[in-house]
């Protein structure tokens, strides 16, 4: 247990409406990541945080902003919800460090995920 | 252009057979790569990983093998129980930046 909430676990919302989704930790991991989850696309980053106040994009930012003022809570928001949001949203901090010879790692683990419908 | 590729969307095993899921990737520079299982309503969990620097690794039942020449890498678990069903993704990292996922693989167990 990487000790990861996600809050809301479940939402519904109609196009155009802003939403908020909140991912805390409890282990002050530095890297924190969000992601989303659909059938055929397996799962996609949207943004990542490497410190407080220190994000960046990911494959798939558009329509997406995220804030990080504090170690523990990585928040992403949709400024106006569309359809195609809809999906299971994953947020993930990772562990990372020497693996031996000139390779690193970085391992990820995840929250439990909030499942975002947009009508 | 996907850079992790898992090909079979879907494999059926009886229990106690061998499971074997595969994975290729496009870029040379990956050296890191992970294997993580997901259950339906949960986030996915990290079940075992590799270095380029090996090309195999165990954890009990699940051992991953790493082809670099071929750009392979495959998840063996000898034997399959129905508990192993669910969809199982590889993922690649290059210096320890972010992880590039596969589609995914739905395995099921039957018993």
């Known amino acids: 247990d990487a000790g990861i909430t996600q809050s809301p676990r479940h939402k519904v919302t109609e196009t155009g409406t802003p939403v908020t989704l909140r991912c805390h930790q409890t282990e002050n991991h530095r890297y924190m990541y969000w992601y989303r989850q659909d059938p055929g696309h397996g799962l996609r980053l949207i943004h990542y945080?490497?410190?407080?106040?220190?994000?960046d994009k990911g494959e798939v930012s558009d329509g997406y902003s995220v804030s990080r003022s504090k170690t523990e809570d990585f928040l992403l928001t949709l400024e106006s919800a569309t359809s195609s949001q809809t999906s299971v949203y994953f947020c993930?901090?990772?562990?990372?460090?020497?693996?031996?010879?000139?390779?690193?790692?970085?391992?990820?683990?995840f929250g439990p995920g909030t499942r975002l419908t947009v009508l | 252009d996907q850079q992790v590729k898992q090909n079979s969307p879907s494999l059926s095993v009886q229990e106690g057979r061998i499971s074997i899921l595969n994975c290729d990737y496009t870029?040379?520079?990956?050296?890191?790569f992970l294997w993580y299982k997901k259950y339906p309503a949960e986030g996915p969990t990290f079940l075992i990983s590799?270095?380029?620097?090996?090309d195999k690794n165990e954890d009990g039942r699940f051992t991953v093998f790493l082809n670099k020449s071929a750009k392979h890498l495959s998840l063996h678990i000898v034997p399959s129980q129905p508990g192993d069903s669910a969809v199982y993704f590889c993922a690649a990292s290059e210096a320890g930046t972010a992880l590039i996922f596969g589609k995914g693989t739905t395995l099921s167990v039957s018993s």
């Open positions: 993930a901090i990772s562990v990372t460090g020497l693996a031996g010879g000139a390779s690193s790692y970085n391992e990820q683990f």
């Open positions: 945080s490497y410190g407080v106040k220190d994000t």
């Open positions: 870029n040379s520079m990956f050296d890191y």
């Open positions: 590799i270095s380029s620097i090996k």
